[in-house]
Structure formats: C-alpha cells, structure tokens
C-alpha cells in the first residue's frame, strides 16, 4: 500500500517552462488537493477535487491548472513557471471532503524556478 | 475567514522535557481541529485530532484538547525524545462549504537534545 505519490521529488525550471507534477493515490480516495509550502506561512490550498471530474480552485490558484480524470491521479500542471512559484508542493488525499476526515499527504515536490 | 495561530518557534528542549506548543484558532461554527506532524524530508503525517468542544486527541504521547471558550488545541507531551525532533503544524477545517480544506499554521520547529 503505496498510499499518495509524488513525482519527481526534486525539480529546477527555467521562468517561462511548463511542467507537470505527478500525484497518485493507492487508497480510493475520493477527496484529493495540492497545497504549497513556504517558509513561514504554513500550507496554502491550490486546488481540490471531490470526485473525478470535478475540480475547484482553493486560496492560491493563480498559475496553475489542475485535472481529474480518474479516482486516483491529480496531477497539476504548472503553464508558465515563474520564481514565485518556487516552493515544496504536495499532494494529499481523504475518503472524502467531510471536516472530520483528515488527509494523507505525500512525501512533496521541491520546485525551484530560475 | 478561518485562520490558526501557533506559538513562535523554534523549540529547543532536552530529551525527557515537557513540551508545550501553543495552537489558537479563529472560526465559524464548529471546526474540526488536527496536529500533523513532519518530519526531515517527508509529508505531514496526522498526529491526533478532535472533533467537538472537549474532545481530547492523543497518540504516540502527545495530547491536545478541543478547548471552544479559549479557542485553543495546545498540544503537549510529559516526557520528549530526540525522535520528536519535526515540525508540528496546527490545522483546522471549518466544515460546511470548506469542501476539506485544511486551514494551517505556519508550524513549528521542533529540535530535542540527548
């Protein structure tokens, strides 16, 4: 039972590059988002979905594009990669999007835009 | 909107300290409230949660109370070992039309001594 996976772990662009990162998910979870990291400010939500196709956008959404086309990947796509996009991302999953059902994370992906 | 503060970090104790880190949190309605744990490179892992005023969560030794007059989810532990040593983040979700969103502190660090 892999649980949530991430790739790549680590990953440099140049500003202007688009990317994927790559999210996948063993446990038939309906719920899945991306939050990132960044020093200080704990995890920010980019973007979620509660089912296969259906996505929403959460509190940073700017620059990024998110699909669902199966109960087990969620990749997000990075269109134009620009320095502010630098940060640890990371995928996270739950049975489903109720408040009490807490979510399981990835072990992330280390972005560095240049 | 929904926000969780945690007490200023880093903390620095010695091995069998008591720890206390503080978590207090601005919401509508009645969150859920959770401590994830990470550690060195990898995901936030759930610790513990609670879900109504009262309600005490605990794990691996770690407790932390649903306190609803104080607004508070303090986590604490008797007696820390060096394997403690990760960045505990304070986390709350609303509910309601949050769809899962988990709402975070900006964490804190966490280093034991031998």
């Known amino acids: 039972n892999a649980g949530v996976t991430q790739t790549p772990k680590f990953q440099v662009l140049k500003t202007g590059q688009s990317m994927t990162l790559q999210c996948a998910q063993d446990?038939?979870?309906?719920?899945m988002s991306w939050y990132r990291q960044d020093p200080g400010m704990g995890l920010r939500l980019i973007h979620y979905?509660?089912?296969?196709?259906?996505?929403d956008q959460g509190e940073v959404p700017n620059g990024y594009n998110v699909s669902r086309s199966t109960t087990e990947d969620f990749p997000l796509r990075l269109l134009s990669a620009a320095p502010s996009q630098t940060s640890v991302y990371f995928c996270?999953?739950?049975?489903?999007?109720?408040?009490?059902?807490?979510?399981?994370f990835g072990n992330g992906t280390r972005l560095t835009v240049t | 909107g929904d926000s969780v503060t945690q007490m200023e970090g880093p903390v620095t104790l010695s091995e069998e300290a008591f720890l206390t880190i503080n978590c207090t949190y601005t919401?509508?309605?009645?969150?859920?409230l959770f401590w994830y744990v990470q550690y060195p490179g990898e995901g936030l892992q759930l610790l513990l949660k609670?879900?109504?005023?009262?309600d005490k969560g605990s794990n691996k030794g770690f407790e932390a109370t649903y306190r609803k007059e104080t607004t508070s989810f303090h986590l604490e532990k008797g007696s820390v070992q060096v394997s403690d040593s990760a960045v505990y983040f304070c986390?709350?979700?609303?509910?309601?039309?949050?769809?899962?969103?988990?709402?975070f502190g900006q964490g804190t660090i966490l280093t034991v001594h031998p």
């Open positions: 996270a999953s739950s049975y489903s999007e109720l408040q009490n059902s807490p979510l399981h």
């Open positions: 446990m038939n979870h309906e719920y």
């Open positions: 979905s509660v089912g296969a196709g259906i996505t």
């Open positions: 919401a509508t309605g009645y969150p859920s």
């Open positions: 609670a879900t109504k005023a009262d």
């Open positions: 986390a709350l979700n609303a509910g309601g039309t949050s769809y899962g969103k988990l709402t």
